[in-house]
């Protein structure tokens, strides 16, 4: 099964996030999905996280749920060209790496803005999509 990674679908930040992620995973390794779509609210709720928690972003790997920056550094392990480097930071103590994450995940929209609609794949990027 692939790594499922969970995004806010109106966030223009996870939105190139996902856009980065697909043009650097060339062995088609992770399936999206928004966590605005059923397919996550029914995912997420067998792990017990309020399908309301929309600034996390969500790694569902081999059975296992990561959130925030270990989601983020796991997936980057998995990506072409040197990202992988950046898994290294995973050292660096979880609730460090999160108070980072959340600070930016608290001014994504202001930073970054959002869209009024969830981002639409493309059809050749369709299928790595989950509804």
């Given at each position: 099964m692939h790594p499922i990674i969970f995004f806010d679908g109106i966030c223009n930040l996870c939105n190139g996030a996902v856009q980065f992620t697909i043009k650097r995973d060339?062995?088609?390794?992770?399936?999206?999905?928004?966590?605005?779509?059923?397919?996550?609210?029914?995912?997420?709720?067998?792990?017990?996280?309020?399908?309301?928690?929309?600034?996390?972003?969500?790694?569902?790997?081999?059975?296992?749920?990561?959130?925030?920056?270990?989601?983020?550094?796991?997936?980057?392990?998995?990506?072409?060209g040197l990202w992988p480097l950046l898994y290294g930071f995973i050292i660096i103590p979880r609730f460090i790496r999160d108070a980072v994450y959340n600070y930016i995940a608290k001014n994504r929209y202001k930073w970054f803005g959002k869209q009024e609609s969830c981002w639409m794949p493309t059809l050749e990027l369709k299928e790595k999509f989950l509804d």
């Amino acid at each position: 099964m692939h790594p499922i990674i969970f995004f806010d679908g109106i966030c223009n930040l996870c939105n190139g996030a996902v856009q980065f992620t697909i043009k650097r995973d060339h062995k088609n390794i992770f399936h999206f999905a928004s966590l605005q779509s059923e397919y996550a609210t029914e995912k997420i709720a067998l792990f017990n996280i309020a399908p309301e928690n929309l600034d996390s972003f969500i790694l569902l790997e081999n059975g296992k749920v990561y959130q925030r920056s270990t989601a983020a550094l796991r997936v980057v392990r998995k990506l072409n060209g040197l990202w992988p480097l950046l898994y290294g930071f995973i050292i660096i103590p979880r609730f460090i790496r999160d108070a980072v994450y959340n600070y930016i995940a608290k001014n994504r929209y202001k930073w970054f803005g959002k869209q009024e609609s969830c981002w639409m794949p493309t059809l050749e990027l369709k299928e790595k999509f989950l509804d």
